[in-house]
């Protein structure tokens, strides 16, 4: 069988540690190099509940979208639920690598998946990463053209089917800001927390903004800077991009939920590079479970 280090050769050949943010820290977070690997979970979250049904699933190896650890620690002992993940991880033999930033910006990763799943065509990266090795174009986020311009309303139930149909099921909905019958033809993507790019997102042009984790303030900036423009413009001042309509509109999807649809790509494509590297196969599952923080959305008075 494959062990440990050899896994995580291809993990981090396909999702590359360098295309990480200078902040983040992805990678193997616990595991023994030489223990064999024969099957691999995938999920969002290393959650207590996560870590469980992956051990109680026989996996040597859980591949988690989000962290364990987001910030430094000091100690992994008894007096915190990290330190019991780790020690129920190395207590059953099962390693922990993550898959974050790096993953984010990676060809077939989450910012490609989540595009493609959207149905968008013509796709290069919003925050390109120039990498002479790459054998195609990388970084966070993806832009990209709809086949045939639909109402936003429209776009936004395509982009609530594909979360909740290919990433994980969510009782939280998407949010949605603008003119539901206008049409939209070109739409930036990024998966995860969206309202540090919308600078990147306006000089890109694009009709929509489709991204998770929109805080009240800086939405509302964003949003009345694009009336403002559209104003100007209206005026006949050229300021900004496009005519006097207001750009860009936006959508807020559940964060784990638009997260998770990467693991369609990465359940066809780990399992098969591993093959490829070592000539051994390895089982692969999916948890689907909802690690949405929230149990309930109330969008009404009751009766």
């Given at each position: 069988?494959?062990?440990?280090?050899?896994?995580?050769?291809?993990?981090?050949?396909l999702y590359p540690l360098r295309y990480a943010e200078q902040w983040d820290e992805p990678g193997l977070i616990v595991g023994d190099m030489t223990h064999e690997v024969r099957r691999i979970v995938f999920a969002a979250d290393p959650t207590s509940?996560?870590?469980?049904?992956?051990?109680?699933?026989?996996?040597?190896?859980?591949?988690?979208?989000?962290?364990?650890?987001?910030?430094?620690?000091?100690?992994?002992?008894?007096?915190?639920?990290?330190?019991?993940?780790?020690?129920?991880?190395?207590?059953?033999?099962?390693?922990?690598?993550?898959?974050?930033?790096?993953?984010?910006?990676?060809?077939?990763?989450?910012?490609?998946?989540?595009?493609?799943?959207?149905?968008?065509?013509?796709?290069?990266?919003l925050v390109p990463i120039e990498d002479a090795s790459a054998c195609h174009p990388v970084g966070l986020g993806r832009i990209g053209a709809l086949q045939e311009p639909l109402p936003l309303g429209d776009f936004a139930q395509r982009v609530f089917d594909a979360v909740t149909?290919?990433?994980?099921?969510?009782?939280?909905?998407v949010q949605v800001c603008g003119d539901l019958d206008?049409?939209?033809?070109?739409?930036?993507?990024?998966p995860g927390s969206g309202d540090s790019l919308f600078d990147e997102v306006r000089a890109a042009g694009v009709d929509v903004y489709v991204?998770?984790?929109?805080?009240?303030?800086?939405?509302?900036?964003?949003?009345?800077?694009?009336?403002?423009?559209?104003?100007?413009?209206?005026?006949?001042?050229?300021?900004?991009?496009?005519?006097?309509?207001?750009?860009?509109?936006?959508?807020?999807?559940?964060?784990?939920?638009?997260?998770?649809?990467?693991?369609n790509y990465a359940m066809e494509d780990v399992p098969k590079a591993i093959a490829q590297a070592t000539g051994e196969e390895v089982g692969v599952q999916w948890l689907h479970d909802t690690t949405d923080p929230w149990t309930l959305s109330i969008t009404s008075p009751r009766a």
């Open positions: 069988m494959a062990n440990l280090k050899q896994v995580i050769d291809v993990l981090e050949t509940a996560i870590v469980d049904k992956a051990i109680d699933a026989g996996a040597d190896l859980l591949v988690t979208h989000h962290p364990l650890f987001f910030r430094s620690v000091h100690e992994v002992g008894g007096l915190g639920f990290r330190g019991d993940i780790v020690r129920k991880l190395y207590t059953h033999g099962c390693g922990l690598w993550v898959g974050h930033t790096n993953a984010d910006s990676a060809w077939r990763g989450v910012g490609h998946a989540a595009a493609d799943y959207l149905g968008l065509t013509d796709q290069r990266p149909e290919h990433g994980m099921k969510t009782r939280l909905g206008a049409l939209v033809h070109t739409v930036a993507v990024l991204t998770s984790d929109l805080r009240h303030h800086p939405t509302t900036d964003a949003i009345e800077q694009a009336r403002y423009e559209a104003d100007m413009r209206a005026r006949g001042i050229g300021l900004g991009q496009g005519n006097a309509q207001v750009r860009p509109y936006l959508i807020n999807t559940p964060h784990a939920a638009i997260e998770s649809i990467w693991f």
